[in-house]
């Protein structure tokens, strides 16, 4: 399993991306960052970069993050997905587990759990 780990932000809100980037840098377990605001961003960064972890909104331009979800449990097997939305009902969180997401929480609230989330817990890896 690699130490260090390649993270992909899905968010439309750079405030928000920003704020999370400023948070993992200080992550000694994230060797890197890559960010999309929109789906056709994000898959396309997927099938290239490979990420361990994304960190995905459930509100994005085009298709919403559900459906990116549903892209990568199928095409990216061992990349975990952390969802990290407003929309932090039980109807999408039940959902987002249902599909896979290792992690659901409330980008208002639970924001800087993110960099502990990722250095301290075990994620699948690739190498």
């Given at each position: 399993m690699?130490?260090?780990?390649?993270v992909l932000?899905?968010?439309?809100?750079m405030?928000f991306v920003?704020?999370?980037?400023?948070?993992?840098v200080?992550?000694?377990?994230?060797?890197n960052?890559i960010?999309?605001?929109?789906?056709?961003?994000a898959?396309?960064?997927?099938s290239?970069?490979?990420p361990d972890?994304?960190l995905l909104d459930?509100?994005?331009?085009?298709?919403?993050?559900i459906?990116?979800?549903?892209?990568?449990r199928?095409?990216?097997?061992d990349c975990?997905?952390i969802?990290i939305?407003?929309?932090a009902?039980?109807?999408?969180?039940?959902?987002?587990?249902?599909?896979?997401?290792?992690?659901?929480?409330d980008k208002?609230n639970?924001f800087?759990?993110v960099p502990?989330i990722?250095?301290n817990?075990?994620f699948?890896g690739?190498?």
């Amino acid at each position: 399993m690699k130490k260090t780990k390649t993270v992909l932000i899905v968010d439309d809100n750079m405030n928000f991306v920003d704020r999370m980037i400023g948070l993992l840098v200080e992550a000694k377990s994230v060797e890197n960052i890559i960010v999309a605001s929109d789906y056709d961003e994000a898959r396309k960064l997927l099938s290239q970069e490979n990420p361990d972890i994304v960190l995905l909104d459930i509100n994005l331009p085009g298709k919403n993050g559900i459906e990116l979800l549903k892209l990568i449990r199928h095409h990216n097997a061992d990349c975990e997905v952390i969802m990290i939305t407003n929309h932090a009902d039980d109807y999408y969180r039940q959902q987002c587990f249902d599909l896979g997401a290792k992690y659901f929480l409330d980008k208002s609230n639970d924001f800087a759990q993110v960099p502990g989330i990722i250095s301290n817990h075990s994620f699948i890896g690739k190498k």
